[in-house]
């Protein structure tokens, strides 16, 4: 591969978590339960209720982030750690339990990049309201996001709103879906409404109360390919992004919806736009849209009669895809940053990148399978930048093993390893792998060598 210039001087290299994946903890130091807590009791795998415990371990996790030289850390806050019913009562010891954190990323001059919301909203806003098919639990989210902006606005400089609403619009899961699918389904265009408007209001509250600092949604953006040349497969892929991302970015980075989109979700109910929605939405713009990158998909159209009426996803012949059937396109990732910058024109920042693998836990694990990933995506974000995207920062997923949305402990994603199974293994102990070492050197010399 041909060495081209390195990255920018102030590149944030950095590393991911979140808070019901990697925290633990979850009904310690006055933290009450989430419904993402409760999405992951499921039958085979182990729950978060210890994760990776970085509630307990978070200064070992922070002291191994500065000998890898992070300039930035992308974690989320718990909701119900700071606020345990999700609205008015703060736990001081979990608004203190963030602020060591913060004192720790000080301490070695790592920058946090902090999620507002990944997923765990409190159990008892749901129990409460219904959770997010509810305008109150956007006032609740309007009311923590104010506190987390005064509380911690002078320290933390770079916010991003609600993890991945396309994913959980597409997939549910994530305990979203804790009184069932099929109500899931039904609400789903609500819910979505009801993320566009709770993002908007921070964004707006944001802007008044820390006037430096930015702050900007965080898509799971997947590129789909037509399978063939064909005309119909190629409308196939239109339509299937148009589905799973422009519906998003064009909602909460413009305030348009795509009726076509809307339309095809006729066994939903229809979206409750209210006086002055758009208009919030339109008026409080991002700053920087955060991305989160895995892989790509191949759309298939079906024809009835002389229209493309539908699509199907599949794997694509020239790629190779990871144990969880997942392909891995190094080009995808800058296809979607010069898609995403040139058509928004704000920066653009990697919010999570990565491979998961069945790891051992017995000695380092020596996953060069991760540095070849990791080699790849970040060249192709290097050509993106030189051909003109501003692309802000990168931060891995995930710094540590943590446990994964759906699938357990075991598909491990870290580039340190926790000793931790699911057979019942778990000293906790933290040892890099070998793709820390590779990542810490890439680091040192901005990239130089990528
Ligand atoms: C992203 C999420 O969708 O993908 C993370 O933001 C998640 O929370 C990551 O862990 C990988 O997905 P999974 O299902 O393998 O954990």
Not at 86 to 95: A, F, L, M, Q, S
Not at 348 to 358: C, L, M, R, T
Not at 430 to 445: G, L, M, N, V
């Amino acid at each position: 591969m041909k060495a081209l210039d390195s990255f920018p001087d102030d590149f944030l290299w950095g590393s991911s978590i979140s808070a019901y994946q990697a925290e633990g903890g979850v009904e310690e130091g006055g933290k009450h339960l989430s419904v993402a807590d409760i999405s992951t009791q499921k039958e085979g795998y182990s729950d978060n209720s210890t994760a990776s415990d970085f509630f307990h371990h978070y200064k070992e996790d922070i002291q191994l982030l500065a000998n890898m030289h992070a300039k930035a850390f992308r974690f989320s806050l718990a909701w119900p750690r700071i606020m345990p019913e999700g609205e008015k009562r703060i736990n001081k010891e979990g608004v203190a339990f963030y602020h060591a954190v913060l004192d720790e990323l000080e301490k070695y001059n790592i920058k946090p990049i902090v999620t507002l919301f990944h997923y765990d909203l409190p159990l008892s806003l749901h129990k409460k309201y219904g959770g997010w098919n509810n305008r109150k639990t956007v006032d609740a989210f309007e009311n923590y996001a104010k506190f987390c902006f005064e509380e911690f606005g002078h320290r933390i400089k770079m916010y991003m709103t609600i993890n991945e609403p396309d994913i959980l619009f597409m997939y549910g899961g994530h305990g979203l879906d804790i009184d069932g699918v099929e109500i899931f389904q039904r609400d789903k265009l609500r819910i979505n409404h009801h993320f566009a408007l709770a993002h908007a209001k921070a964004v707006a509250l944001c802007h008044k109360l820390v006037p430096d600092a930015m702050i900007g949604p965080v898509f799971g953006y997947v590129p789909v390919y037509p399978k063939t040349s064909n005309p119909i497969d190629v409308m196939a892929a239109k339509n299937a992004s148009d589905v799973q991302n422009a519906f998003f970015q064009e909602l909460f980075l413009n305030g348009n919806y795509l009726t076509h989109v809307l339309d095809s979700y006729p066994n939903s109910l229809p979206v409750d736009i209210e006086d002055g929605d758009i208009k919030l939405i339109k008026q409080n713009k991002s700053d920087f849209i955060a991305l989160n990158y895995y892989k790509s998909d191949v759309a298939e159209g079906i024809k009835e009669g002389d229209k493309v009426n539908d699509f199907i996803l599949c794997n694509n012949e020239y790629l190779q895809a990871t144990e969880w059937g997942w392909d891995i396109d190094a080009i995808g990732i800058r296809y979607m940053l010069r898609e995403i910058f040139n058509r928004y024109h704000l920066p653009v920042f990697i919010s999570e990148n990565g491979i998961a693998h069945s790891e051992s836990i017995e000695r380092p694990v020596q996953d060069d399978y991760r540095i070849d990933y990791y080699q790849h995506h970040l060249h192709e974000c290097k050509l993106a930048i030189k051909e003109g995207v501003k692309l802000l920062g990168y931060c891995n997923w995930s710094f540590i093993d943590l446990l994964s949305t759906s699938q357990g402990f075991e598909k491990r994603y870290g580039l340190v390893s926790v000793k931790k199974n699911e057979k019942g293994v778990s000293t906790l102990e933290r040892i890099p792998k070998k793709s820390y070492k590779w990542y810490k050197k890439i680091i040192e010399q901005n990239g130089k060598e990528l």
